[in-house]
């Protein structure tokens, strides 16, 4: 059982479509990132958010940190071949427990 | 700056063999992190140092696994003897200070094991 679930799995989509992809957990996070992985490479860090209804902008994506700090968004607006990718959440607890979700695989059409 | 290397980039070895996978953390980096990640269970942490020392090694999944930082410029993940169930991609990361800093990954080792 994983103790971040990311939702949707998988999604594959039109260029200039909008997406959000959704991680959820029953346990209150101190803090959370989002990563973007690559094939063949490592994920690389997008976000953290640390307060608890923070929502942060980067260009075309938008993540938002639930109230309860149990939850997260990531919008992506007019999504292009670009944006492809694997969209980790990871989630801190506790001073040194750290979390990955399950992944939400993207594939973005041209 | 080189970011993180590990090496090596892919290795193939029979059961029972022993495996060394290495890491070079970026310079000045005191965090090490090593994961396995895989299609049934994702990214996992396995344990992470700070300061060359070892802080959770909850991770690890037996004994079979250790891991050392003898210095603040390499790392080394050894499994012996090594098992089919321990195919992944293996990723070492660093960070300025812990899990609130942003943690760089390498590029992994994608290991099979027959």
């Known amino acids: 059982t994983q103790l971040l679930e990311q939702s949707p799995q998988f999604l594959s989509i039109q260029e200039g479509e909008n997406l959000t992809v959704y991680c959820n957990s029953s346990s209150v996070f101190s803090s959370l990132q989002w990563y973007r992985q690559e094939p063949g490479e490592g994920p690389v860090l997008l976000v953290t958010?640390?307060?608890?209804?923070e929502v942060k902008k980067l260009k075309r994506l938008t993540f938002q940190f639930g109230d309860a700090r149990k939850d997260s968004s990531l919008h992506i607006t007019a999504a292009q071949p670009g944006d492809t990718g694997l969209y980790l959440c990871a989630g801190r607890y506790n001073f040194n427990k750290f979390y990955f979700g399950s992944g939400t695989k993207l594939n973005v059409k041209p | 700056d080189a970011g993180v290397i590990q090496s090596p980039r892919h290795e193939v070895t029979e059961m029972g063999q022993e495996v060394t996978l290495r890491c070079k953390p970026i310079?000045?980096?005191?965090?090490l992190f090593w994961y396995r990640q895989t299609m049934m269970r994702g990214l996992e942490l396995l344990i992470y140092?700070?300061?060359?020392?070892?802080?959770?090694d909850s991770g690890m999944p037996e004994d079979r696994f250790s891991a050392k930082m003898p210095n603040a410029s390499f790392s080394t993940l050894k499994i012996q003897p090594s098992e089919p169930r321990d195919s992944a991609v293996y990723f070492c990361?660093?960070?300025?200070?812990?899990?609130?800093?942003?943690?760089?990954f390498g590029p992994g080792t994608r290991l099979t094991v027959t």
């Open positions: 958010v640390v307060t608890g209804g």
């Open positions: 310079s000045g980096h005191n965090s």
């Open positions: 140092f700070n300061n060359n020392v070892p802080i959770d």
């Open positions: 990361a660093s960070s300025l200070g812990g899990l609130l800093y942003e943690q760089y």
